[in-house]
């Protein structure tokens, strides 16, 4: 009646062992009917985000109609991704006062995501009886003026992001318009009204969009009548389900848990047939039907990979005949240029992920890994949890539809770092090569000829910087996650600045890499965060940019530095930084360094500094 | 539905209880957290697993699983 799973989960809040099980939700919800999803986070909306190793991520909720019903599905596909969210509901019909009064408790919850669930009764409950396509244009355009007007005002003064939704035009409103032209205008003037919608996200980058016209297109109803006239829930609990769905998307990258690399297997996944078996002209890709959906697969993957995601290969082949089909098969659309690494050996894949995850200096959890076989995905699964598995059919008409499912890559910007990005981490390969010809490790950086620049953050750089607080875990003081808007605040605001690093090596240029949050009260400067891509760790990039900035603020007539450090779960490796490099500690998470005697960067790191650095 | 023990133990999964804590007698609305969401909940969960149009403005009105078991299976 209920899925395995579901059961599994309703045991365990029987017994009193769902907060102690809580690491093994993730893997049951992957696994677990999409009907299903709703009902486990039923369950798991009673776990207290502090008794489980789970990110809690507060969670507004207001709308037209009855919106508790969204918690369920919520906390389901939260969990999905190890959050859980701290929902905090609003009133029925109440998100004018809600997102209008900046004193009110949905305003002031500190919510991370604000969700304000628009549904087609916002407009058809305005609407006189009977109607006209004029009635439905003026009543959309007022609605819209309210929308864009609680939207500037949440972007203003709010903290967070405010998410709204397109809305969907029922049949059932559409066709109680007789003649032709007024249902065309009717379809027309709605579209008009979402695209309306949409683009307030060009306008404000704290404010998301749902589309749900993709959704809809998926064949989900729109509108369950009796739900919607009963209970008010004006949208479908299945386009509520997929809803939920996108806002763990949205949850997952706002806490810095997008995905970075795709790792694919290649028999039947990327190509069809087994190339150790049917031989480089015996594979599947292009010239036949079965073939065509393969290299359209690729093309999918490629386009995926041309913005920033790193692309690699885990196949149990040998490498030769690999390369030969990625460098010289007439049909292939991914050649051995798009991947970042290319691991083709008969060790288990798990081992070759966490190598991979190594050499790539990445976490596993960035990690998305793509095969058809059962076995090498459930032993990836059990072995590797943090590891986000999709498996694909023997269908490979399916494969795009399975990859882009869980929309795992999602970014608040594309940047140049990201059409950049694999040419920059197969120089990192390259990197680890020319290391292991040192003994030392002196020695070795003193030949890398490291060069950096440190300046005051560009208009330019804003988006990357953010996307630098988004993705950097482990070299991450405080991990403070900042939007655009935000960080380009922080840099004009009075007191307060934003400081780069660019690096580049014999190797080539690694682009901007790291940032520092500053502020300034009188003499005493707090660098409230200081972060570091992972790619450039251990080259005395950190200790020469932290110098620059001692002696810029000393020069500046400063007489102390205040570092501050928050751990998690992934930084607990720089816990020691400031301490390490001449400060003091004074409190908890908190380092002071007297800037009497600073010392200086490490002699084969090669510094430039931009002026009107510490601001 | 075959039996109402199997819609009991829906009720009870639903919520994650022990058994003791739900029988055919159980007024739903004594449960503890139990809101007008979990009964539209059950709805959907009914209509899937019996294939039958159940009438929402009735379930409403139910109180007891054994009010709900008769609905399902009558509707």
């Given at each position: 009646?209920?899925?395995?799973?579901?059961?599994?989960?309703?045991?365990?809040?029987?017994?009193?062992?769902?907060?102690?099980?809580?690491?093994?939700?993730?893997?049951?919800?992957?696994?677990?009917?999409?009907?299903?999803?709703?009902?486990?986070?039923?369950?798991?909306?009673?776990?207290?985000?502090?008794?489980?190793?789970?990110?809690?991520?507060?969670?507004?909720?207001?709308?037209?109609?009855?919106?508790?019903?969204?918690?369920?599905?919520?906390?389901?596909?939260?969990?999905?991704?190890?959050?859980?969210?701290?929902?905090?509901?609003?009133?029925?019909?109440?998100?004018?006062?809600?997102?209008?009064?900046?004193?009110?408790?949905?305003?002031?919850?500190?919510?991370?995501?604000?969700?304000?669930?628009?549904?087609?009764?916002?407009?058809?409950?305005?609407?006189?009886?009977?109607?006209?396509?004029?009635?439905?244009?003026?009543?959309?355009?007022?609605?819209?003026?309210?929308?864009?007007?609680?939207?500037?005002?949440?972007?203003?003064?709010?903290?967070?992001?405010?998410?709204?939704?397109?809305?969907?035009?029922?049949?059932?409103?559409?066709?109680?318009?007789?003649?032709?032209?007024?249902?065309?205008?009717?379809?027309?003037?709605?579209?008009?009204?979402?695209?309306?919608?949409?683009?307030?996200?060009?306008?404000?980058?704290?404010?998301?969009?749902?589309?749900?016209?993709?959704?809809?297109?998926?064949?989900?109803?729109?509108?369950?009548?009796?739900?919607?006239?009963?209970?008010?829930?004006?949208?479908?609990?299945?386009?509520?389900?997929?809803?939920?769905?996108?806002?763990?998307?949205?949850?997952?990258?706002?806490?810095?848990?997008?995905?970075?690399?795709?790792?694919?297997?290649?028999?039947?996944?990327?190509?069809?047939?087994?190339?150790?078996?049917?031989?480089?002209?015996?594979?599947?890709?292009?010239?036949?039907?079965?073939?065509?959906?393969?290299?359209?697969?690729?093309?999918?993957?490629?386009?995926?990979?041309?913005?920033?995601?790193?692309?690699?290969?885990?196949?149990?082949?040998?490498?030769?005949?690999?390369?030969?089909?990625?460098?010289?098969?007439?049909?292939?659309?991914?050649?051995?240029?798009?991947?970042?690494?290319?691991?083709?050996?008969?060790?288990?894949?798990?081992?070759?992920?966490?190598?991979?995850?190594?050499?790539?200096?990445?976490?596993?959890?960035?990690?998305?890994?793509?095969?058809?076989?059962?076995?090498?995905?459930?032993?990836?699964?059990?072995?590797?949890?943090?590891?986000?598995?999709?498996?694909?059919?023997?269908?490979?008409?399916?494969?795009?539809?399975?990859?882009?499912?869980?929309?795992?890559?999602?970014?608040?910007?594309?940047?140049?770092?990201?059409?950049?990005?694999?040419?920059?981490?197969?120089?990192?390969?390259?990197?680890?090569?020319?290391?292991?010809?040192?003994?030392?490790?002196?020695?070795?950086?003193?030949?890398?000829?490291?060069?950096?620049?440190?300046?005051?953050?560009?208009?330019?750089?804003?988006?990357?910087?953010?996307?630098?607080?988004?993705?950097?875990?482990?070299?991450?003081?405080?991990?403070?996650?900042?939007?655009?808007?935000?960080?380009?605040?922080?840099?004009?605001?009075?007191?307060?600045?934003?400081?780069?690093?660019?690096?580049?090596?014999?190797?080539?240029?690694?682009?901007?890499?790291?940032?520092?949050?500053?502020?300034?009260?009188?003499?005493?400067?707090?660098?409230?965060?200081?972060?570091?891509?992972?790619?450039?760790?251990?080259?005395?990039?950190?200790?020469?940019?932290?110098?620059?900035?001692?002696?810029?603020?000393?020069?500046?007539?400063?007489?102390?530095?205040?570092?501050?450090?928050?751990?998690?779960?992934?930084?607990?490796?720089?816990?020691?930084?400031?301490?390490?490099?001449?400060?003091?500690?004074?409190?908890?998470?908190?380092?002071?360094?007297?800037?009497?005697?600073?010392?200086?960067?490490?002699?084969?790191?090669?510094?430039?500094?931009?002026?009107?650095?510490?601001? | 539905?075959?039996?109402?023990?199997?819609?009991?133990?829906?009720?009870?999964?639903?919520?994650?209880?022990?058994?003791?804590?739900?029988?055919a007698r159980t007024e739903l609305g004594s449960l503890p957290g139990w809101d007008s969401v979990h009964l539209l909940r059950l709805l959907t969960v009914l209509e899937q697993r019996t294939g039958r149009d159940i009438p929402l403005p009735d379930l409403l009105d139910v109180s007891t699983v054994e009010d709900v078991y008769r609905m399902a299976v009558t509707a």
């Amino acid at each position: 009646m209920l899925s395995a799973e579901v059961r599994r989960l309703a045991d365990w809040q029987r017994d009193g062992e769902l907060a102690g099980n809580f690491a093994a939700v993730p893997a049951l919800l992957a696994g677990m009917p999409d009907t299903d999803i709703a009902l486990a986070g039923h369950l798991l909306s009673r776990v207290d985000p502090d008794e489980v190793d789970a990110r809690a991520v507060t969670v507004a909720i207001t709308g037209h109609g009855t919106v508790a019903g969204l918690v369920a599905p919520l906390t389901g596909e939260f969990a999905r991704h190890g959050l859980l969210p701290r929902p905090v509901v609003g009133g029925f019909d109440s998100y004018v006062s809600d997102l209008g009064d900046p004193d009110g408790e949905l305003r002031r919850c500190g919510a991370e995501l604000t969700l304000c669930l628009l549904d087609p009764m916002v407009v058809f409950d305005e609407l006189p009886s009977p109607w006209t396509a004029a009635h439905v244009w003026e009543a959309l355009t007022r609605k819209l003026d309210l929308v864009e007007r609680l939207a500037a005002g949440f972007a203003d003064g709010g903290s967070g992001t405010l998410v709204l939704n397109t809305l969907p035009l029922p049949r059932t409103f559409a066709v109680q318009l007789l003649d032709r032209r007024s249902r065309a205008e009717l379809g027309a003037l709605w579209r008009e009204g979402n695209a309306r919608l949409l683009r307030l996200v060009a306008d404000h980058d704290a404010v998301e969009v749902v589309d749900l016209d993709p959704l809809l297109a998926d064949g989900v109803p729109a509108v369950d009548e009796r739900m919607a006239r009963y209970a008010k829930v004006n949208l479908s609990p299945a386009l509520l389900a997929r809803y939920a769905r996108e806002v763990g998307h949205l949850a997952r990258r706002a806490t810095g848990k997008t995905r970075k690399c795709l790792v694919l297997d290649l028999d039947d996944t990327l190509w069809g047939g087994v190339l150790s078996e049917d031989g480089p002209e015996g594979i599947a890709v292009g010239g036949s039907r079965h073939g065509e959906a393969f290299v359209a697969f690729q093309h999918v993957v490629r386009q995926i990979g041309a913005q920033g995601v790193l692309l690699a290969v885990a196949s149990k082949n040998d490498e030769g005949p690999v390369l030969d089909v990625l460098r010289r098969h007439p049909d292939m659309a991914l050649r051995e240029a798009d991947f970042v690494r290319i691991a083709a050996s008969w060790d288990p894949k798990h081992q070759v992920l966490r190598k991979l995850a190594d050499a790539l200096g990445i976490g596993l959890d960035s990690l998305v890994f793509v095969d058809d076989n059962a076995t090498e995905c459930g032993l990836v699964g059990q072995e590797l949890p943090e590891v986000a598995v999709v498996r694909v059919t023997a269908e490979p008409a399916l494969h795009c539809a399975a990859l882009l499912r869980d929309d795992w890559f999602g970014l608040d910007a594309v940047t140049d770092a990201d059409t950049a990005r694999t040419a920059l981490y197969r120089d990192e390969s390259r990197r680890a090569d020319f290391r292991e010809h040192f003994d030392v490790v002196e020695d070795y950086l003193a030949e890398l000829g490291v060069r950096i620049r440190v300046g005051a953050v560009r208009d330019r750089e804003v988006d990357r910087v953010s996307q630098i607080t988004l993705r950097t875990n482990q070299f991450n003081l405080t991990t403070t996650r900042l939007r655009p808007d935000e960080v380009r605040a922080l840099s004009t605001a009075p007191g307060s600045s934003v400081v780069v690093i660019d690096s580049a090596d014999r190797f080539g240029d690694n682009g901007l890499v790291g940032a520092f949050f500053l502020r300034r009260r009188g003499d005493r400067v707090d660098i409230d965060n200081f972060l570091l891509s992972c790619r450039v760790f251990a080259r005395g990039i950190e200790q020469a940019g932290l110098a620059t900035v001692l002696r810029q603020a000393r020069d500046s007539g400063a007489t102390a530095v205040f570092g501050h450090y928050e751990p998690t779960a992934k930084n607990g490796r720089f816990r020691h930084f400031y301490r390490d490099n001449g400060f003091v500690a004074v409190s908890d998470g908190v380092f002071r360094h007297d800037l009497a005697d600073i010392a200086p960067p490490p002699h084969h790191v090669l510094v430039t500094t931009d002026p009107g650095g510490t601001g | 539905m075959n039996d109402i023990d199997e819609l009991v133990e829906l009720v009870r999964d639903l919520l994650g209880l022990p058994a003791s804590a739900v029988d055919a007698r159980t007024e739903l609305g004594s449960l503890p957290g139990w809101d007008s969401v979990h009964l539209l909940r059950l709805l959907t969960v009914l209509e899937q697993r019996t294939g039958r149009d159940i009438p929402l403005p009735d379930l409403l009105d139910v109180s007891t699983v054994e009010d709900v078991y008769r609905m399902a299976v009558t509707a």
